[in-house]
């Protein structure tokens, strides 16, 4: 792990493909459950929350100052809090992986991959993933500088191109049911932003320093990831229809033609997909098997993570309960998680701070 193999710039594109990838994919149609009309207006209300955690996640990140964020632990905490911090972080990662291996079979069988049976696409997907996590973090690095541009062009291009569909009065009434439903949005979209602080785990293999203004600028760039599509997806659909959508940003790829020969461009959205989800899973099983294996057979743990993938996502499971779970009990679990832990890394550089006899 002490390998410094990635550039600062590396991190910014990674945090926007595996983070956008879940504002973008498996948020949206949580914050229009939760807030419905006026999901977008939680999203708007979201930028303070997202800001102050970002600037504090960085705050960790140059106290930090470069040290590898387990050898850390190991020095100011003890071996049980650095052991439950590691294999709590690799099981969340590890998960994370599993969720997105899960949604994407969903959105693949009820669009394109019906006559399909599951275990081909699951391995055939997960193998591609388990290359890249093999290769290392230089590899999916440059797989996600790539794929960006592609991804950011195809985006502008539904967006823009969906424009006279589009009737922005159905944005409006704001507020029409009180102002629950947007305080319900608002925990939902601050969980997927939450999620910056993947970032620290990545710092022992960065060459030079993060800048807090351009992690700053991949906030923003998330919220508008998450803002564009909600917008559009009530602007084009209506919220009641919105919200019963699993895939509001991709149902967006559907109404999409031009002029009157082109009429179906949604096999795009496919690219979009499948690479943003082979960025996050194949980071996620890295920096989780990194995290939950400290041995010389890191190679078979690796491979026997992706098995236990493979076997848990072909275990039937109906999209209805699969989503009620994720909506119910993953994002409020991770976002507490993630609170928790923030907070308790704050105490232990305190508590450096005055090992050292300094003043925070």
Known sequence: MDQKVIQAVHIYVLIIMNTGFMVHVLLLPNILTASQRDAWISVIISVVPCIVWTLFIFYIYKKLDKEDIIAFLKKWSTPLVTYVFSIA????FIFNAFITVKFTVIWAKANYTHDIPNIVVVSLFTFTCMFATYKGIR???????????????????????NTSNKNYELLFPIFESGYRNTL???????????????????????????????????????????????????????????????????????????????????????FQWLSGAMIRISLCLFIGYKLISNSKHQKWILLSLYLMIVFGTLIHWDATSF?????????????????????????????????KGETL
């Open 89 to 92: 972080f690799g099981l969340y």
């Open 184 to 270: 319900n949005g608002i925990l939902y979209t601050s969980a997927g932003y939450l999620e910056i602080i993947v970032f620290l785990f990545l710092t022992p293999y960065l060459k030079g320093k993060l800048k807090a203004k351009w992690l700053l600028l991949v906030g923003v760039i998330l919220i508008m990831l998450t803002l564009g599509p909600l917008m559009g997806a009530i602007a084009e659909f209506g919220s009641v229809e919105a919200v019963k959508m699993r895939n509001p940003a991709y149902e967006q790829w559907k109404l999409l033609r031009f002029g009157y020969y082109i009429t179906r461009l949604d096999f795009l959205s496919i």
């Open 323 to 355: 989503f009620y779970f994720i909506y119910k009990y993953f994002f409020p679990i991770s976002s507490l998680f993630l609170l928790s832990a923030a907070i308790i890394l704050l105490f232990l550089i305190i508590k450096k701070g005055k090992g």
């Open 139 to 161: 590899t999916i690095s440059t797989l996600a500088f790539l794929f960006l541009p592609f991804v950011t062009f195809f985006g502008i291009f539904v967006g823009l191109g």
